[in-house]
C-alpha cells in the first residue's frame, strides 16, 4: 500500500509506503513505512496527510516530507475492548480484533473527527484535540444498539 503525490503538472511519486507492499505496520520515512487497508484519508491545512490503516487498528500521520508516525493506537483507547461473552460469540472470526478506524474529517480548529469499529456491534465517533487529547463523543455498543453519548469525557 503507498501514498502516491501528484503535482499540479501530473507528476506521480511515491510519498509513503511502497506499491509492491503486501501490508504491515512500520512507521519511518517515504518507501521504509508499511500500511495494511488504508481506509480514510484527509489532508490538513499543513499538508498533513492522516490516514485510517484499518487492520492496523491505527491513524497515521504523514508529513509533507513522508515521514510517518502513529497519530492514534485505536488499541490504546479505554473503553474499546470486547466483552469474554461477544469474543465467544465471534468464534473463529477475524474481527475479534476489529478495532477499525473508519472515516476522517478536519474542523477549522484542528480537531481530527475519527469513526471507529470494535467488531461488528459496537461505534465509536472520536475526537482528537490538536493537544493530542481524545474524546468520545459517542458510542453505540451492543447488540441492542444502546446509544451512549459521552461529550467531554476522555
Known sequence: MAIMKITPTGDASILAGKLDDKGGY????????????IY?????KSDNIFV????NHAVRKITPDGDVSTFLDLNKIPGMSLSAAYLASLGDS????????GTLALD?????YITASLGYTDKYLFKVTPSGQVITLWSV???NKVVYFRHGQE
Open 52 to 55: 485510517a490503516d484499518e487492520f
Open 40 to 44: 480514510g484519508i484527509i489532508i490538513d
Open 94 to 101: 477475524l474481527s475479534k480484533d476489529g478495532r477499525s478506524p
Open 141 to 143: 455498543t451492543g447488540p
Open 108 to 112: 477549522d480548529q484542528h480537531n481530527l
Open 26 to 37: 512500520v512507521n519511518g520515512k517515504g518507501q521504509n513505512a508499511r500500511f495494511n487497508v
